[in-house]
């Protein structure tokens, strides 16, 4: 299996995000995928917000880390009592909330991570309606 994390599914065009194992995964409609690299303390963070037709995004950890979503300028941290915590392996899909877009300051149009105890890959998968 490449590295990429995407797919066909068998004998359709609807493009399928993959896990770390290579499995599809269930949420089918998505739009971009934003690779980012976070270190060992360091954040890495969305370098375009996400797109107005977003609804949700898919947060896929290879490795643990902390993530926080925000404006432009959201920083993560480790065990700072706002980032949540992703162990390696794990996903999980938070809100974008479309129906407010734009949002002052684009204040849920990012979102930053940092690695915890190993640097490594994390991506978010934008999720669209299939409408759009």
């Not at 995407?6 to 971009?32: C, I, K, T, Y």
């Not at 963070?45 to 432009?72: D, H, K, L, M, P």
């Amino acid at each position: 299996m490449g590295s990429s994390p995407v797919g066909n599914a068998r004998g359709s065009g609807v493009q399928l995000v993959r896990d770390s194992r290579g499995n599809n995964s269930p949420l089918v409609h998505f739009a971009e995928v934003h690779d980012l690299n976070p270190t060992i303390g360091g954040q890495d963070r969305n370098s375009t917000g996400f797109n107005e037709a977003t609804g949700a995004v898919t947060i896929v950890a290879a490795v643990q880390c902390y993530f926080v979503q925000g404006a432009v300028d959201v920083v993560a941290a480790i065990e700072d009592g706002v980032s949540k915590l992703l162990l390696a392996g794990e996903r999980i899909t938070v809100p974008i909330w479309p129906d407010n877009w734009p949002l002052e300051g684009d204040e849920w149009g990012y979102i930053s991570v940092v690695g915890d105890g190993a640097g490594g890959k994390v991506q978010l998968v934008e999720h669209r309606n299939p409408a759009d």
